[in-house]
């Protein structure tokens, strides 16, 4: 899958209000994100570096000990293990979320969604 329309990718609810769409290649893995306004992003670490850049909205992100809040243009980097979280203040938000290595546990429930139906949710 060389070429990928990234508003035709299926998607799967992360979280309430938090839906992704996925694209995972050997060593990376990228994550189309919409959030609404007010969903949150709940503080969790995982061994996974990501990167992400905000493409629509704003959202008040918390890196460790640091927080900014992000508009469009703007990108960020979180270290492996990192406690992370954010908020979203101004939707929708899009986000490019890139992991490195791929997130087993989101392709997983990803297959998953895909083989299924629209209304699958996983807690």
Do not use: C
């Not at 050997?26 to 990167?51: I, N």
């Not at 460790?64 to 469009?72: A, D, W």
């Amino acid at each position: 899958m060389p070429f990928v329309k990234a508003e035709e990718l299926p998607r799967m609810e992360l979280f309430p209000g938090a839906r992704s769409g996925l694209v995972a290649g050997r060593q990376l893995m990228l994550s189309f994100l919409v959030m609404e306004t007010g969903a949150r992003v709940p503080e969790h670490s995982h061994p996974h570096e990501q990167a992400g850049l905000m493409i629509e909205g704003v959202l008040r992100f918390r890196i460790g000990g640091e927080e900014q809040v992000l508009v469009p243009g703007d990108a960020f980097l979180v270290p492996p293990d990192m406690a992370h979280s954010g908020e979203v203040l101004e939707g929708p938000a899009k986000v490019l979320d890139i992991f490195s290595p791929p997130r087993e546990d989101y392709i997983e429930n990803y297959n998953r969604y895909t083989q299924t139906s629209g209304q699958t949710r996983w807690s």
